[in-house]
């Protein structure tokens, strides 16, 4: 055994999961069967994309043998409230169509049966009398006068309108030589996670007590949403999450109404039920990331230097603006200038009402959309002072020396070297030899172009940050209840036999958490990572938790991992103590190594953990008084910087900033139009990295992610509502084959704010794969003329770019 | 979705007329039809149970013939609804007499919604086009079968 115990964060280990993944034993939703007399529900959906309901007749439905009953608009209304959303004018939501449908594919009727079989063959039987209305959506025509209004009782289809202003903009557009101005348009998509939604739902009329399993993993600021809507107390609706769920991405945030029907379904009829979402239903109906249109204007210097900006974004939440939105539009609001030193800004935010389905966080969660826009416009403002792309962002690059760095808007930057990131970046990619190879390829004619992006990346929201979209007034009426905080919770325990538990909140979806918890537990108590039990099946009746809880924004990686050290350090303190009781040494002066304590100042002293455990168990009374017994701590980490909005709209909305330099070549066919991808270059700063296998798997997968987003996959609506990509034949996802080869590499700028050092790497490259795809269409295409304004960059639109059919395709 | 079309009828405009005004042959004519009840002049309740791609089910759908110019013109209109979804479409049918023979230009304005048109949407005009051609094909099939007395 050799004296200097090994440390393991920092370093590739294998993942504990992936044996049992990639044998079949995951134990996902689908597997569970723990209770009873399940049935099965199915859930009627509106064909219309706007309709009135007039009627349902469910009799023949009923009269089907094996159906146990139905759940429609008239039952939800009376059993439950409109969910609860932060915006001043909040529409009535409810998880299933009451009086009129607002989208494609919103449930209308839920049918449970004793087999799926039977509620699927019930759902024809039923008849729904709606009556067709005009449907809108476009969020500029939604806003128009005389646009259908989907909300009668809100008079118009504005969700949500803030107009926030940082610095002076005026002075900044007055001192500009010049100013440059764009329109751009961000695509709607999803995730398209391999494991759909699914939600088993218990009532105990007894108890009141409602049980759910489901793949939701957070926040768990939905818990008491969902509680209030059923009108039940918090602690009589129990969550119980299995260990493993198929992938998330933020999109299984939205589960959340799906949680609230099944479970209504199961109060009125009293019987276990369950659903599992079927693809057509997760394409059509689940979740997805916003579809924006953004309007900027940038006053700029003959030398590059950006002062300000002028902006309007406008989100389309579709049918109900619902929690966590508005957060699409303010989760950005601390880094909105991203890596740049622009002085002052002006935010005119929308979130607007259409016929689509109901958006929700998506990886990346409003930084691609923001990115799209402002790294785009950063390359047009090197178009227009005929500069390198390079040259402008260094110009503008927060220098380290500014570090910590508090932005215009409230974001508090921890740590960075932005320029040698990109420099790095560069590098990598050969940057000037790949200007050269351009210039030959232009000069046989080829479209050939390169983009780059720098991007700040952020990770752990703020819990205060959605407040923004609450105007002032509001804000600061006596009745006005603040919200702040960015916290995570861990609970450890050492067994009389001396192993470890340790269980978190993250409700992962694939990422490793297991591995790396085990990495950060092993060093802090000087085992082994595989001698650490890491519980990740997650009960809201049994665990300690807060409504930050779960696994969004990347915060595993920083609060997470802060809440991990933190309680390891906790219980290693009561370790020592014991051990410096049982070897008579200062407990200061002892370490953890290999399954013992060992005394520094004479390494013949040692006591193993099962010693120190079993003690505290078994023979507590031998122990002083003040160590007391059993091993066990429950700690939060909690970021004092997670502060509410000030009166002038600033907000720290995330708690870590990573960054991100990408640079990318592309070829495009121009007979075809398509875009191939010859060089893709990310360069990373996540801090201190703990696990650098599952860091590289988060940059591709994430890159995939948005190259998905940028180049194949789109939910597509005609003008009239009807959605157009049901399934995976017309919602093109990348896979394998699309798949590029990329380059990574890192810089690391510690984060002095978490416990190890380490920042949120999970959203990644979904922030800036499609700014960087389009800047590098932009660039093949510049010797044409054309302007790349929005995405997905498919053949057919590029093709028209090409061929000038219509400047903006 | 619009198509246009046009193609030659075995049979004089007389008797395509005839064929094509008439609910037995219409039930008969009409892809996927298995019932129609005639419930006013020209206008009738019929269960059709169509498929496009996988989506295979039944709408009840009212039709009526409109703008009838006798022999030449007339307008079908469907406005159908069932489990994939829903059909409003007007067909604009207008015969051109050929001696023996009867020319027809169709020419169809029609709106699929709902999973049928989320889930298929890049074969509904290909199905639509295929659906015209089996109804022209069973109003020959109708005119050879009982010629003119």
Not at chain 1, 556 to 573: M, P, Y
Not at chain 1, 697 to 723: C, P, R, W
Not at chain 1, 781 to 793: F, I, Y
């Amino acid at each position: 055994m050799s004296n200097t115990g090994e440390k393991w964060v920092g370093k590739s280990v294998r993942r504990f999961e992936d044996l049992r993944l990639i044998t079949g034993r995951g134990a996902f939703i689908n597997d569970l069967t723990p209770v009873a007399n399940m049935h099965h529900a199915a859930v009627l959906r509106s064909p219309h994309a706007h309709a009135r309901i007039k009627g349902i007749d469910c009799r023949e439905a009923l009269k089907l043998p094996g159906v146990f009953g139905v759940l429609t608009g008239d039952d939800v209304k009376k059993m439950a409230k409109p969910f609860q959303v932060g915006v001043s004018r909040p529409p009535k939501y409810y998880p299933l169509a009451v009086d009129k449908a607002r989208y494609f594919g919103e449930p209308v009727a839920v049918v449970v049966a004793v087999d799926r079989y039977v509620a699927e063959d019930a759902l024809d039987l039923i008849k729904v009398d709606y009556e067709p209305l005009p449907a809108v959506v476009d969020v500029e025509k939604a806003l128009e006068p005389g646009a259908p209004i989907l909300h009668d009782e809100l008079g118009d289809n504005v969700a949500v309108h803030r107009n926030l202003v940082y610095g002076d903009v005026a002075a900044a557009f007055a001192a500009a030589d010049l100013t440059v101005k764009a329109r751009f348009s961000f695509p709607k998509y999803g995730s398209t996670p391999m494991e759909t939604y699914g939600v088993i739902a218990q009532w105990d009329p007894h108890a009141g007590m409602m049980t759910v399993w489901s793949n939701f993993h957070g926040p768990f600021i939905l818990h008491p949403l969902v509680a209030t809507m059923l009108q039940i107390p918090e602690n009589k609706l129990r969550f119980i999450v299995p260990g493993d769920i198929g992938g998330g991405f933020g999109i299984k945030t939205s589960i959340y109404p799906y949680i609230a029907l099944i479970a209504l379904a199961a109060k009125k009829l009293g019987c276990a039920v369950k659903w599992i979402e079927d693809r057509q239903e997760h394409l059509s109906a689940g979740s997805s990331g916003t579809d924006r249109i953004s309007y900027i204007e940038a006053a700029v210097k003959r030398d590059g230097t950006i002062l300000g900006l002028k902006t309007k974004i406008i989100d389309n939440v579709g049918g109900y603006i619902r929690a966590p939105e508005p957060a699409d539009l303010f989760r950005t609001t601390g880094n909105y200038l991203g890596a740049y030193t622009i002085g002052a800004v002006d935010i005119d935010a929308w979130a607007v009402h259409t016929n689509k389905s109901p958006t929700g966080p998506n990886r990346g969660y409003g930084c691609q959309q923001l990115y799209f826009t402002l790294e785009r416009t950063v390359d047009l403002i090197a178009e227009k002072l005929g500069m390198d792309p390079s040259e402008v962002r260094f110009k503008n690059l927060i220098r380290p020396e500014q570090f910590p760095y508090l932005t215009p808007t409230g974001g508090l930057y921890d740590s960075g070297d932005y320029p040698e990131a990109l420099r790095k970046a560069l590098a990598m990619a050969k940057y000037e030899e790949l200007r050269r190879e351009q210039e030959k390829a232009r000069a046989a004619g080829k479209l050939f172009g390169i983009g780059m992006v720098t991007a700040v990346d952020p990770s752990v929201s703020n819990m205060g940050y959605v407040t923004v979209a609450i105007e002032k007034a509001i804000r600061q009426s006596p009745s006005y209840l603040p919200k702040s905080g960015a916290l995570e919770t861990a609970t450890l325990t050492m067994d009389p036999l001396g192993r470890v538990s340790i269980s978190t909140n993250h409700c992962p979806q694939g990422q490793g958490h297991e591995t790396v918890v085990a990495q950060i537990v092993a060093d802090e108590l000087g085992i082994r990572p595989d001698e650490v039990n890491v519980i990740t099946e997650f009960d809201t009746a049994t665990r300690v938790w807060s409504i930050a809880s779960g696994s969004y924004s990347s915060r595993f990686a920083s609060v997470g991992a802060s809440a991990i050290a933190g309680v390891a350090r906790q219980a290693k303190e009561k370790i020592m103590k014991i051990a410096g009781f049982l070897l008579k040494v200062d407990p200061e002066r002892l370490e953890l190594r290999n399954g013992m304590a060992v005394c520094l100042d004479d390494p013949s002293k040692t006591v193993s953990l099962k010693r120190v455990a079993g003690t505290a168990h078994w023979n507590p009374l031998s122990l002083p008084e003040d160590i007391g017994p059993g091993i066990s701590a429950t700690y939060t980490f909690s970021f004092p910087t997670a502060k509410m909005p000030d009166e002038e709209d600033h907000i720290n909305s995330s708690q870590t900033y990573g960054f991100i330099a990408d640079v990318m070549a592309v070829e495009i066919d121009p007979e075809t139009g398509k875009v191939k991808i010859v060089k893709y270059v990310s360069v990373h700063d996540v801090g201190n990295i703990l696990n650098p296998m599952i860091v590289e798997g988060q940059v591709v997968g994430s890159a995939m992610h948005g190259i998905g987003g940028a180049l194949y996959e789109e939910m597509a609506y005609d003008d009239d509502g009807q959605y157009l990509a049901g399934t995976f034949a017309d919602y093109l996802c990348p896979t394998a084959m699309e798949a590029v080869k990329m380059e990574i590499g890192h810089v690391i700028s510690p984060s002095p704010v978490t416990a190890l050092g380490s920042k949120g790497a999970g959203e990644s490259c979904s922030m800036t794969a499609p700014a960087v795809i389009g800047n590098a269409v932009a660039d093949a295409l510049k010797p044409l003329g054309a302007l790349v304004d929005q995405l997905p960059l498919t053949p057919d639109r590029v093709w028209r770019l090409i061929n000038r059919k219509g400047a903006s395709a | 979705m619009k198509i246009d079309g046009s193609l030659t009828l075995n049979g004089t405009l007389e008797r395509a007329w005839q064929v094509m005004l008439d609910p037995g042959s219409l039930s008969r004519c009409i892809p996927g039809c298995e019932q129609l009840e005639v419930v006013g002049d020209h206008k009738y309740r019929a269960t059709l149970k169509v498929g496009v791609a996988a989506v295979k089910g039944t709408y009840e759908a009212m039709v009526e013939l409109t703008e009838i110019e006798k022999p030449r013109h007339y307008k079908l209109v469907v406005e159908g609804s069932g489990g994939p979804g829903f059909v409003k479409s007007s067909v604009s049918i207008d015969l051109e007499d050929r001696g023996p023979r009867t020319e027809v230009v169709y020419s169809v304005d029609a709106q699929v919604g709902g999973i049928v048109a989320a889930v298929g949407q890049r074969m509904l005009s290909g199905v639509a086009k295929l659906l015209f051609n089996e109804f022209f094909k069973g109003v020959n099939r109708e005119l050879e079968s009982a010629p003119p007395a």
